[in-house]
Every structure is written in C-alpha cells, then in structure tokens.
C-alpha cells in the first residue's frame, strides 16, 4: 500500500534559501530510488519559514530503506543546523488503513 510522507519544519531566520537547495538535492536523490512516486515542497502561506515536504512511496518499506541510507542522513544533519525546532514526521496510508 502506498504512503505518504509528510516532513514539517521550521527554519531559522534567514536561512530558507539555504533549507530549499537541501529540499532539492534530497528530490533528486529520493528520485533514483526504488518505491519513489512523487513529492512536492509547500511553504506556509502565513510564514515561508514553515515548509512541509510531501513525498509518495510504493510502500513503506522503500521510505524506511531511504529514510534509513546514509545518503539522506548526510543531509538531515545539514538540514538540522538551518532549523528552529526538530523536524516533525507523519506517515499516512492512501485509501484504506492497514491497522483495524
């Protein structure tokens, strides 16, 4: 069952630029593996310091196996020296649940 997921941050003043060029890099790497559907980077209409980003997997497995590579945790750790507050994580089944 596919999943989506969603990652909310909060980045520090004046560091957004920086935060969108790690958004796009993690893209085109989530981009080469396998599971990957789609994604897209939302900026809060109120606050363009607050970004979520949307990604679509074939399953959950193929997140945890990229949420797990040392590839996108190299750039977590980038991305965790432009942020406010940890980064916030939710993972959403498409269509029916798979827990009763």
């Given amino acids: 069952m596919a999943v989506k997921v ?4 909060h ?8 935060a969108m ?7 085109s790497n989530a981009l080469k593996q396998p599971g990957y559907i789609s994604g897209e ?4 209409h ?6 979520a ?3 679509t997997w074939q399953t959950i497995k193929d997140w945890i196996r990229w949420e797990e590579s040392d590839e996108r945790a190299a ?5 965790e020296n432009l942020l ?10 498409l269509g029916e649940s798979s827990n009763p």
Avoid: C, M, Q
């Fill in 6 to 9: 969603i990652i909310k941050r």
């Fill in 11 to 18: 980045i520090k003043d004046g560091k957004t630029d920086d």
């Fill in 21 to 27: 060029s790690l958004f796009k890099k993690l893209r």
């Fill in 41 to 44: 980077t939302l900026v809060n």
């Fill in 46 to 51: 109120y606050d363009s310091r607050t970004i």
């Fill in 53 to 55: 980003v949307i990604s």
């Fill in 75 to 79: 750039s977590e750790v980038e991305l």
């Fill in 84 to 93: 406010e507050e940890p980064a916030k994580f939710e993972i959403y089944d």
